[in-house]
């Protein structure tokens, strides 16, 4: 492998942010690469400083570094000017590591965080100089593979990428990489391309697409079988038991260009039992494993001592419920505090390392938890009710109440922080227009609140369409219009008239409507994303570059049509895209959460009340791993229970009466 570094620098003063595509990060890996070695070239199908601080490449990047059969570097999405210029210079995609051709690698995987990046996943794929299509390429291609959240509906993508991994990496990684290296070893003979993949298709959480056939009826799809009977019927998701045996990235990437989250970020749990049904992470994720107190403390510790920073964001679905969160913080805090602060006159909170909590639940966020993360810089507060009254939030299982939000919004207004956000979904299902206005009302709530402490306060909305996600007890709704989500903005817009200490921002609906397509979009999707890129559509999650009306041509050109995937409800009795990927969630049970939400009924957080038997335990065998018996601050999902003997509470199942196989999924638009 040769550099191309020498024919890509003189590119780099034409384009925007050139320090995008240069590497040289502290911890950047130096592989020396070889060719008995698997090479893997980690790809995040957005920006530079979109992907540099994704957690699950970083930790890829130093797994497979560390192993003596393989290394790995990196890539991310080109920003347009700089794919013009590669393709007037006759240039391919490259790593940022040692700007090596992506073409040369034996596998190029990519990190799929958002459904609206599938069009660069392709351009990428392109610009490698590799065949868009699988079944086009040839044995002395890469192999294309893909990962993350948005792999549980792997179909859309599923006639461009080789192979998807399921659920964790950290194990199935090597054990890729021991079947490609033996193939490579061979010879990669003609012909045996197919094998190979035959052989990935038969580890624990890998879905080979080109080993599945799949059958339609009309519209509707009757079913993804397997071609052959060694490859499994259904392909359950990979799961890291222990945490502990994984404390990555150990060298966190510095970058030398701002990036969108610039600062140490140590992940402390993996999962989610809070159930709230629209959230596709926390029902994919578990069960909850927490890793160790002390190894946080002192991943913490030797990650600020080797990056320099003096900020930790603690990484979690709902940071505030690790065990000991309070602990956590006070001691992180302190790190910094006689070592770089103490001066008479220094300000309050300068040289103390500052805490970010971006995954705050609103029962659980404390005064004492406020106090500790207000004694250094105070970084921004991001709650989410989701939902403004609380009929709509017992139907999506959040069930925090308002004297809940409102505890924890005086609760840091007090400490002194003088704004906050508050995120809010729209078009949840049997939502009406006073749920909808009821947002403003809550926000207006929460800003006198703050008024009552300083004349500064002041909220800002953030207002987002919801998509029903794949593996979620609303995975059988009927996702709202753009021009339906468009007038619940303007109806919260106008509940909130003047109000000049509330400001609202929402994300466009149109995108919403595109989003919905591909996330439970069957194989046939894949034509109409095709399409959207080959008419120059990257970028489609970037806003200036976003536009509906090529998802609509796209659609109508592949003879799909947009409103039956999007906006129509699925019964109990269809056939969905994913059925074949296991999540370790019960079909029945989601079914039944789902009737549960239609009839408002909410459940509280299973961690650390009786076992609902959704499957994610008892299907794999592991069960919810706490760094200690203390249950988290607030007590579960804001119901007020007295959890102080909960880790004693005995494991039973509930007893339900599931629904039949029959009916429509119902529930109002």
Known sequence: MTTLWPRLEPLLPR????????????????????????SWLLTYPDTYEVGLPNQGLQILY???????????????????DLEAELRAAGLPLFSVDTHRAAGEFDIIAFNLSAELVYTNVLNCIDLAGVEVRSAHRSDADPLIGAGGHCAFNPEPLADFVDFFVIGDGEEVVGEITEIVGGWKRSGKRTGTREALLRELSKIEGVYVPAMYDVAYDGPALVGVTPKHSDVPPMVGKRTVADLAEWPYPKRQLVPVTEVVHDRLSVEVFRGCTRGCRFCQAGMITRPVRERPATQVREMISRGLERSGYDEVSLMSLSTADYSGIGDLVRDTIALGGDA?????????????VSVSL??????????????QVSKARRTGLTFAPEAGSWRLRQIINK????????????????????RMKLYFLTGLPSEMDPDTQAIAELADACARIGQEYTKRASVTVSLGGFVPKPHTPFQWFGQNSAEELTRKVRLVRSALGRNRRVQLKWHDPAATTAEGITSRGDRRVGRAIEYVWRKGGTFQEWSERFDLDMWAEAMAACGLD?????????????????DHIGAGLHRDFLWQDWQDALAGYGVEDCRWTPCYDCGACTEYGIEHMVASSVAPNGGSQGTGQDLATGHVVPVELRPRVFAGAAGSAGGGA
């Not at 040289?24 to 008995?36: K, L, T």
């Not at 130093?62 to 347009?80: H, K, M, Q, V």
């Not at 770089?340 to 103390?352: E, L, N």
């Not at 409102?406 to 609760?411: L, M």
């Open 15 to 38: 384009v925007s942010k050139p320090a995008r595509y240069i590497g040289c990060e502290d911890g950047m890996q130096r592989p020396s690469g070889g060719p008995h070695l698997t």
């Open 340 to 352: 770089m602060g103490g001066c008479g006159d220094t300000p309050s909170g300068a040289g103390r």
């Open 562 to 578: 947009l409103d039956w995937y999007v906006h129509r409800h699925r019964s109990a009795d269809e056939v969905l895209p994913w």
């Open 358 to 371: 971006p995954s705050l639940r609103v029962d659980a966020f404390t005064v004492d938890v406020a106090a």
């Open 62 to 80: 130093e797994l497979l570094n560390e192993r003596s059969d393989s290394w790995a570097e990196r890539s991310y999405a080109p920003w347009i």
């Open 399 to 418: 069930l925090i109440t308002e004297e809940d939000l409102y505890a924890a919004v005086r609760s840091a207004y007090s400490q002194g922080w003088h």
